[in-house]
T-cell receptor
Framework: AQSVTQLDSQVPVFEEAPVELRCNYSSSVSVYLFWYVQYPNQGLQLLLKYLSGSTLVESINGFEAEFNKSQTSFHLRKPSVHISDTAEYFCAVSERETGGFKTIFGAGTRLFVKA | DTGVSQDPRHKITKRGQNVTFRCDPISEHNRLYWYRQTLGQGPEFLTYFQNEAQLEKSRLLSDRFSAERPKGSFSTLEIQRTEQGDSAMYLC????????????FGSGTQLSVL
């Protein structure tokens, strides 16, 4: 059975500082890994995903995440955050179940960027 | 393509009443998911469909919850004899039938049980 652990419930950070949001997962089979973002008063949307190949994946707004199979981690990083990055970030894992694929989400990390 | 739509956006009900929510996925998407989200938590998996087949239902879900997707298009989620603990945002998502595809989420139905 799969599970997703986001180690930090809240991360306050000053604008232009670097940030890392941590995510660990457990699964007995190959998985697909995702980060979703939920901006205030908006729905969930995909930020980036890892499927296969290069373990480092990037989003269009400067975030990146690295898949580490040995540590079963998929931490999200940004070298310099902006006020507009304030949002809740969810790590998600998708693995094959009988007949299809199920996606499980972590509890989320609230990123609060201060001026 | 209008995205995933959910109806109603908000529902207020009294404890003990039954409620039904509707989700219309993106038309060509085979997979449809229901999640529940409470304040400060991530989406909690409830159930999912591949076309009209319900492939899995969360073990945490009581028998008061039932979902259908009769023609493999829209889906309904019914909660019978609602309890205050059922108050949450109910999210629907859909995706094509490929493992590497992202989920497209609707705006959700906010349920308040008084």
């Amino acid at each position: 059975a799969q599970s997703v652990t986001q180690l930090d419930s809240q991360v306050p950070v000053f604008e232009e500082a670097p940030v890392e949001l941590r995510c660990n997962y457990s699964s007995s089979v190959s998985v697909y890994l995702f980060w979703y973002v939920q901006y205030p008063n908006q729905g969930l949307q995909l930020l980036l995903k890892y499927l296969s190949g290069s373990t480092l994946v990037e989003s269009i707004n400067g975030f990146e995440a690295e898949f580490n199979k040995s540590q079963t981690s998929f931490h999200l990083r940004k070298p310099s955050v902006h006020i507009s990055d304030t949002a809740e970030y969810f790590c998600a894992v998708s693995e094959r179940e009988t007949g299809g694929f199920k996606t499980i989400f972590g509890a989320g990390t609230r990123l609060f960027v201060k001026a | 393509d209008t995205g995933v739509s959910q109806d109603p956006r908000h529902k207020i009900t009294k404890r003990g009443q039954n409620v039904t929510f509707r989700c219309d996925p993106i038309s060509e998407h085979n997979r449809l998911y229901w999640y529940r989200q409470t304040l400060g938590q991530g989406p909690e998996f409830l159930t999912y469909f591949q076309n009209e087949a319900q492939l899995e239902k969360s073990r945490l879900l009581s028998d008061r919850f039932s979902a259908e997707r009769p023609k493999g298009s829209f889906s309904t989620l019914e909660i019978q004899r609602t309890e205050q603990g059922d108050s949450a945002m109910y999210l629907c998502a859909s995706s094509p039938d490929r493992p590497n595809e992202k989920l497209f989420f609707g705006s959700g139905t906010q349920l308040s049980v008084l």
